[in-house]
């Protein structure tokens, strides 16, 4: 049988429910689709490929899930660290954005952000940000899949002049983009203290009528916690929950001040939780208590936050920094072990963002979005458990070559749809605009 793509790899780690690593298989690949998953030796008989691609010394992985970040912000990496969120945001970030938000902001610092997550094995992202239609437009463009939010906030941006205004504009552009196969198109209302009530019950209605997610922040700082309870005597998880938001639809980001009735509700609502460990410690914003989350039967995917807050997007260092904080956090020494951040950043982000039968796996039917981590290097031998060593002692250098629905955007470490010459001369530009803060 002729097909497309044959890879045959050392180990094969499907991260499918029995979590079993394959060792000497291949991967077969047609109009971008798995179709095949079996050992080499039967695989060369079976099929003729147009390309073989031969990795004796690799792990092929599913692509890595980026459940949350904002894309474009990469632009804006280490102009204002080291402050707690609040005036990182107020008075510095906020007034960046009202002084140099536009189109070609978000068209450069999202390509930006495309290469670092390609080159760092990510093949899907999950978008808050300005200018939604700019981001899908160059996710397709560069060949990333790509859940981009649609923004709603209750005040005047660039992008829209009121929260009526940027649910018309998103659902305008969810209709424009419903039938790219690369994207899908989440509301994504900002957090509890930036949307009212009456947008959110909009917002709930139309993800219902279109069976879309909700994607947002929540529970992200005390801070946060405390001012709605001061408001209206409930907490933020309580309120969105009057209001119907909490569900399977319902991706919370952060969720860093959990009580335990707090953790209940988000399990039995079936809402998914994107934890971002690095993003969190480096703003101080507190520690989302992840295993008890996992054993509550929370679904707990993983992101970078955006490279303004973090200040890269490498999913790896993510994983490793999630399985350890929350050995840290919980006292125990096996919780969220290897295989489970791996799943975290693989599969879990694809049930947050409902796209699980497409991607998050290795599976026959699935989309090819593949990652291939060479494991001859010094720092990850000697080699006993594959997964291990990608959680606790690979790193994203040791990426060498990725595909998205069949198509090799990183071929032996180049990027094959994005000019990083090009790209450099643009970042350089936006950082010579960006140093005149006043």
């Given at each position: ?70 894309a474009s912000m990469s632009l804006m990496r280490g102009i204002a660290d080291d402050l707690p969120l609040m005036d990182w945001l107020q008075n510095h970030i906020w007034p960046l954005e009202k002084k140099w938000m536009s189109d070609s902001f978000v068209r450069d610092g999202t390509d930006l952000a ?52 940027y649910i018309e504009k998103g659902l305008a552009l969810h209709e424009q983009l419903r039938h790219e196969s690369l994207i899908t198109t989440p509301f994504a209302p900002h957090a509890p203290y930036t949307v009212s009530d009456s947008p959110l019950t909009k917002i709930r209605t139309f993800t219902d ?55 209940q509700l988000i399990a039995e609502t079936g809402s998914h939780i994107v934890h971002c460990p690095e993003s969190n410690l480096k703003l101080a914003s507190g520690f989302c208590p992840v295993a008890k989350c996992i054993a509550a039967g929370v679904n707990v995917a993983l992101g970078t936050d955006s ?132």
């Open positions: 049988m002729k097909v497309d793509l044959l890879i045959q790899a050392r180990w094969i780690i499907p991260v499918e429910e029995d979590s079993a690593t394959l060792e000497n298989h291949a991967l077969v690949v047609n109009n971008g689709k798995i179709i095949d998953l079996l050992p080499c030796e039967q695989a060369n008989k079976k099929y003729q490929a147009k390309t073989i691609e031969n990795l004796p010394e690799h792990a092929l992985i599913p692509g890595l899930i980026n459940s949350h970040t904002h495309i290469a670092e997550m390609i080159r760092g094995g990510t093949t899907c992202f999950n978008d808050m940000y300005f200018f939604p239609d700019i981001v899908a437009r160059q996710a397709i463009k560069q060949g990333i899949r790509a859940s981009v939010g649609l923004i709603v906030i209750d005040f005047p941006t660039v992008w829209a002049e009121n929260s009526d205004s009528e279109l069976d879309i997610q909700i994607h947002m922040h929540l529970h992200e700082t005390k801070h946060e916690v405390e001012e709605q309870q001061q408001k209206t005597n409930q907490t933020p998880i309580q309120r969105l929950h009057d209001l119907g938001l909490l569900s399977p639809s319902f991706i919370a980001v952060h969720m860093t001040q959990l009580s335990e009735s707090d953790i490279a303004a807050s973090n200040n890269d997007l490498d999913m790896f260092s993510e994983m490793r920094t999630a399985a350890l904080l929350a050995k840290g956090v919980s006292g125990d020494a096996s919780a969220v072990p290897a295989i489970t951040a791996l799943k975290m950043a693989t599969i879990n982000g694809a049930k947050a963002l409902g796209i699980d039968d497409i991607t998050g796996s290795l599976s026959i039917g699935k989309a090819a979005d593949i990652v291939a981590i060479n494991l001859d290097p010094l720092e990850t031998q000697p080699l006993y458990d594959p997964v291990s060593q990608i959680v606790y002692a690979a790193n994203r250098q040791q990426v060498t070559d990725v595909w998205v629905a069949g198509k090799q955007l990183l071929k032996q470490g180049r990027l094959t749809t994005i000019n990083i010459t090009a790209l450099k001369s643009k970042i350089k530009q936006w950082q010579a605009r960006l140093k005149e803060k006043e």
